[in-house]
């Protein structure tokens, strides 16, 4: 059995390691999560103002899956491509890199606002203002989240420059008071386990599987473990190919 405590440990492990890329934790402890708002597959967003006729531009991004998002087989964080009679090409620019993603408030003075999440480093492109030299600077893609009921999508905010922006109200930008208290808990589960596992060993001169605190009745747990874990992971992959058949071949 301790070989499958030891596998349910790490795949505990890798699933809040997976879950602490899409968070961020501002300056005063607030935890921000952006799972609900990252979208299987990425978000696919026209640019309605481009005006392009048969022609038109379309952003690709997301926020914490970013395996879909391509452009010249590269993995990034947001892309423009040319979609042609609505179907997306191959022919895309680079807005910003998925090592580059950075997070702010929208109002310091107001944290309550919502939160900017950033994107750069992306290809470069001519910035208007300084054509008549001839200066490149690289792209950026800026997303804009307001505190408040969810929009069905994001809007598409006028170029400004060399960055992209985009703006939608959704709760991924309030505040959470309680998750700073989430993040402590977690801590002194941590302590505790820690404190309890140590003091078996110096103390009671436990070995083994007998110095864990509250092994055995964690391993009672195990089967149940593994049959939500089985259940969750076909439900997600009921949802993956629900969305699989859309993928990038159209808008």
Known sequence: MCPNFTITILLFLIGIAQCQKCTWTDE?????????????????????TSGMGMFSMVYIFNFCDFKPIKCHDRQVGAIEALAVMGQITENCDVAGLVETQTFEHLDQRDLQKGIVIKYTQGDLCMDPKQQPTGVMQPRQAHFFIECGNDDATFTVLPDNECIDQFKIRHHVGCRNASSHWFLKFIFIICLYFGGRFIYNRKKLQLEGEDAIPHFHQIKT????????FHFGVDRLQTQVQRFRHGGYDSI
Do not use: A
């Open 28 to 48: 005063s402890g607030y935890t921000y999560n952006l799972k609900s708002l990252d979208k299987p597959g990425g978000w696919q967003l026209k640019d309605e």
């Open 221 to 228: 747990l195990i089967p149940q473990v593994r049959t939500i």
